[in-house]
């Protein structure tokens, strides 16, 4: 059983997730498979992976079969299980709790020769309804307080397979960075009696020397305190507290426009490693007015990482409007 | 000039060093030199570096000339430059203020082919002392609230360089880790009236499941809710709030765990990338009984990076106990 475990001194909560135990000899880098017919995840090959919870099936197909656009599975190694209580205890002056989640992978396409930024929008749209159908679906289990929805694109960036896909885990915890943008966006709303987020796209918006994109819906920028170069956040222009409460049309607009950033990002940055999460409300707080989703991106392109790590302090050399001029420039 | 930059929501500021501005062409990887002959910290190319502002010299040689077993000088590449004030301004919502701080570089040894594990721990020793005295001088500086001491070893973590060193960076803010332990052993000790780090100490002691090594002035554990695998602290055991305030015994204590820590590791691991950071009491908080400095070292095994810095929500392989059991096997 995967185990949380709350550091005493900051509250940090982190997950030993022992079912991926290792031993120090299997930190050795593992090789990635090159050969697609050996990919779970692709097209024919539904029987090395478990049944799928979700798909995208135009024809009818039966589930775990061929015929299907896009399939939501549970992780085969999952940081977190989905059975059990979550018995927190102590230890001393330690906590820890069972590691108890929800773990699943979206294999976005069929194809293993095509990333995020290939597919139509309207196939990203599908790729953002997933996330939110299985949202909607844990989030009915009382365990759960908070769902990470995340991409790693790229060995550097933590992908074990390169075929094209995201993850979701849902947490019986809020993560420390989600606390804390929610208790800045609560202290702020306290003395303005408005959103920072709304704040900071108006803005970014009139000043627009950080805005790499905008349509009805949606912005794009590089943000004010980046910690890595080129790292980039897409907003909806509308309030909206959760993902997964985001109406049809501010979806539409937003696969575009991350269409449009992530193929700007590869072609800038000649395909570079890079992760993105979704920063969505909690499930445990039901007050809308304090915080917005988004998504932030965030390529690896420098390795100043562990000093960072260990402080929180980060050094970036890329000023955020030089990232924006640059990316304004590039015409995937 | 380098800017500090403050994040609005978090409150995280980062620094946007444009002195080491880069184009996004120039983040294709960097070769090392594997020539010694070419490397700046190396006996008899002291005329490469900026001149050194301490140095241990046991034959009364001049400054910048051979002679030498240890050096500081300023980074050649600073994060953060000297002159300057402060200049905290606004830009709408956003807070700035200028890059003041210092950078220096500690060369370790004159010899290119050795690790910190490698020295005397008489000459470990030398290093730590040599982080205080340039502490001491820098604390002087009224524009600086606190000194990070930290060690990059190994392209993976962050050295541009080999040749063994380690690096300060003294601030005008505190760094937000630093503040969240800071308030998380001010909320301890107000409940308890006891340091949360002296009983951590005395819990692993009694405990001796995540203990590594104990000597009669410090200890060394594998936390109990690390981020990373293998993730190591060395803590004094008497209560000392900042490091510059050490007394000679624990030094030479520290000095002694720290080579057999870092050695044990080296064999366990294989050489690993690894950072230390020095976590020590802020220059501008005196009050003493609610933090206790200590080193936090991160071998770099684990790639599942981009996700762990978006959310600061760790996933980790490894349970400490067992990290712990296999370094007390190690004989190095």
Not at 181 to 193: A, N, S, V
Not at 211 to 233: C, D, K, S
Request: hydrophobic content about 35%; overall charge neutral.
């Amino acid at each position: 059983m995967p185990e949380l475990r709350k550091d005493p001194i900051i509250g940090r909560w982190v997950i030993i997730s022992t079912e991926r135990g290792k031993r120090p000899s299997d930190f050795a880098s593992e090789s990635k498979a090159k050969d697609n017919k050996l990919c779970p995840f692709c097209y024919g090959n539904e029987h090395l992976t478990p049944p799928e919870v979700y798909a995208i099936r135009s024809d009818g197909s039966r589930p775990n079969t061929p015929g299907w656009k896009l399939r939501v599975i549970p992780n085969k190694y999952p940081a977190l299980k989905i059975e059990g209580d979550l018995n927190r205890e102590g230890e001393g002056i330690f906590d820890r709790m069972n590691g108890v989640g929800a773990h699943e992978v979206i294999i976005e396409s069929p194809d293993h020769m095509k990333d995020l930024a290939d597919l139509e929008s309207k196939h990203i749209e599908d790729v953002l309804k997933a996330f939110i159908n299985r949202m909607k679906d844990l989030r009915k289990d009382v365990r759960f307080r908070y769902c990470l929805v995340f991409k790693n694109h790229g060995k550097e960036a933590g992908a074990s397979l390169e075929h094209t896909h995201s993850q979701m885990i849902a947490t019986p915890i809020v993560p420390k960075s989600v606390m804390e943008e929610m208790e800045g966006g609560r202290k702020y709303y306290e003395y303005k009696e408005r959103c920072i987020f709304c704040d900071i796209i108006r803005q970014e918006i009139s000043q627009n020397i950080r805005l790499i994109g905008q349509n009805e819906n949606v912005v794009a920028i590089e943000p004010f305190a980046p910690r890595f170069p080129f790292e980039t956040w897409v907003l909806p222009r509308n309030h909206i507290h959760r993902f997964e409460d985001t109406d049809e049309e501010t979806l539409i607009s937003f696969a575009s426009m991350l269409k449009s950033v992530l193929a700007r990002l590869r072609t800038a940055l000649n395909d570079p490693p890079f992760n993105f999460i979704v920063h969505t409300g909690p499930w445990i707080d039901g007050r809308k007015n304090h915080y917005h989703w988004h998504m932030e991106i965030f390529p690896k392109l420098t390795r100043v990482a562990g000093f960072e790590w260990g402080t929180g302090f980060y050094i970036n050399p890329t000023p955020p409007e030089e990232a924006a001029r640059y990316l304004n420039e590039i015409n995937p």
